[in-house]
């Protein structure tokens, strides 16, 4: 079955360390990676995404991404978080053709310690 | 308009009642997908619309719940004889389309929807 696991569920960390949040996925074909993040009282938006070409991607907010195709994973890293980054952050894939319908991660709650 | 936007935004309803719960995409946006956050857990799909036509309705838990959208905008989610396993949030979101699966999704606030 189609699923996308997001190892770490809630994480805490203190302002200027680094994050490393892991996603691991099982979908058959080629697909399309994305990380979307809630910030508190906001609406799910877009961190960063991934189509093809370079596996390491770089999104909003000093946040990049790196696919490796051979562990089925797309990890999100930040080398220094900010209080400001504390949220909820998603996981998620789809394929490239086909059903366009994606499959979201269960989240990971990063808490930022000012 | 700006965003995607939903309504209600809560809402309380008994065991056995009918809801519809609304989303309105962004204008232009032919892509409208809705999904179902339980507590603590993750996205859910349910259904997902291109255009006024849905390629995948494999997310609906049951037959109780139905969606359609009419003129590529707005949608309705319908649950009927509602359960309390159907609390929940319930989020919309839209993109440009769906093509190659690779246009932005955009969120919507989603209707918090407690059966009691």
């Known amino acids: 079955a189609q699923s996308v696991s997001q190892h770490n569920h809630h994480v805490i960390l203190s302002e200027a360390a680094s994050l490393e949040l892991g996603c691991n996925y099982s979908y058959g074909g080629t697909v399309n990676l994305f990380w979307y993040v809630q910030y508190p009282g906001q609406h799910l938006q877009l961190l960063l995404k991934?189509?093809?070409?370079?596996?390491l991607v770089k999104g909003i907010k000093g946040f990049e991404a790196e696919f490796i195709k051979s562990k089925f994973s797309f990890n999100l890293r930040k080398p220094s978080v900010q209080w400001s980054d504390t949220a909820e952050y998603f996981c998620a894939v789809n394929r490239i053709s086909g059903t366009y319908k994606y499959i979201f991660g269960t989240g990971t709650r990063l808490k930022v310690l000012a | 308009g700006a965003g995607v936007s939903q309504s209600p935004s809560n809402k309380v309803t008994e065991k056995g009642k009918d809801v519809e719960l609304r989303c309105d995409p962004i204008s232009g946006h032919t892509a409208l997908y809705w999904y179902r956050q339980r507590l603590g857990q993750g996205l859910e799909f349910l259904i997902y619309f291109q255009g006024n036509s849905a390629p995948d309705k494999s997310g609906l838990p049951s037959d109780r719940f139905s969606a359609e959208r009419t003129g590529e905008s707005v949608s309705t989610l319908t649950i009927q004889r509602t359960q309390q396993e159907d609390s929940a949030v319930y989020l919309c979101a839209s993109s440009l389309d769906t093509s190659g699966g690779r246009h932005e999704q955009f969120f919507g606030p989603g209707t918090r929807l407690t059966v009691l």
């Open positions: 991934y189509f093809s070409g370079d596996p």
